[in-house]
């Protein structure tokens, strides 16, 4: 579902050094890797085969095998959601960036935090709404604001000593409200988490957890017609995932 430099991205946060410098070679040898044992790999690294695997798995294989067949399938074959940007294809990609740790963490940050913040611009405002609703009916008060002015006003009464989160909003993580909010939370030590299209973006640069959906920019007749499904789908998936933990 998800490609290998896909993977890579959703799964950053858990590679170190020696993980980026085994996953630059494979990127930079595909073909030839997928022919590979993984001990003729290790030896070609100057690591052991206990390095690969560990690699693989918080890439989300089982291990070696499965993370090479998956490249060699990612090579020879062609995806069977062939039409990019239809609503099954950014479905399908969604549901393969969702990632149980990030929910996890996420879900631990919005329970432990004193206030919670919410803030998204134009169309995906309401999403911010949906989520305040969905934590409300177990309890959760949360916050969420439309205006950039307002939301500055309230991150500037913060005092950093305080366990205060920001959850932050924008399928191109680059909407100029957006990263000025981003900043100022950035400042005053305010843990901050983004939902963004995935991509590398300065939104998700500056966040301390990045929550991602596939939903890319389409325009038609000039208009905005890009699909909000795969946000709706990542919000409820962290809601139910939310309310699961309270049972």
């Known amino acids: 579902m998800l490609q290998f430099q896909e993977r890579i991205q959703k799964y950053e946060y858990k590679l170190n050094d020696t993980d980026d410098q085994i996953v630059e070679f494979i990127l930079k040898n595909k073909e030839d890797v997928v022919g590979f ?25 089982d291990g070696y095998s499965q ?19 239809s609503l099954t294809y950014n ?41 305040i609703k969905n934590l409300k009916v177990v309890g959760k008060q949360a916050e969420y604001y439309i205006h ?7 991150l500037s009464k913060f005092d950093s000593k305080e366990n205060n989160l920001l959850f932050l909003i924008s ?5 100029a409200q957006v990263l000025d909010v981003a900043e100022l939370a950035k400042f005053k ?24 959906c596939y939903s890319p920019n389409k325009k038609m007749n000039e208009y905005n017609v890009t699909d909000k499904t795969p946000l709706l789908f990542v919000i409820r998936s962290l809601s139910e995932y939310y309310w699961k933990t309270l049972k």
Not at 37 to 61: C, D, E, H, M, W
Not at 171 to 175: C, K
């Open 37 to 61: 044992s993984i001990q003729y790999l290790a030896a070609r690294l100057f690591t052991v085969p206990n390095t690969i695997t560990r690699l693989s798995k918080k890439l989300g294989f």
């Open 67 to 85: 993370m090479k067949n998956s490249l060699k399938e990612e090579m020879n074959s062609q995806s069977i959601f062939t039409e990019e940007d």
């Open 189 to 212: 030590g305010i843990k901050l988490i983004s939902l963004t299209h995935f991509s590398k973006n300065p939104l998700q640069q500056i966040a301390d957890v990045n929550l991602y």
């Open 91 to 131: 479905i399908h990609k969604t549901i393969g960036l969702i990632d149980q740790n990030t929910l996890e963490l996420t879900t631990k940050l919005i329970q432990e935090a004193r206030r919670v913040l919410f803030f998204a611009v134009g169309d995906t405002a309401p999403f911010c709404e949906m989520m």
């Open 171 to 175: 399928l191109s993580g680059e909407t």
């Open 148 to 154: 950039r002015h307002d939301v500055l006003y309230e």
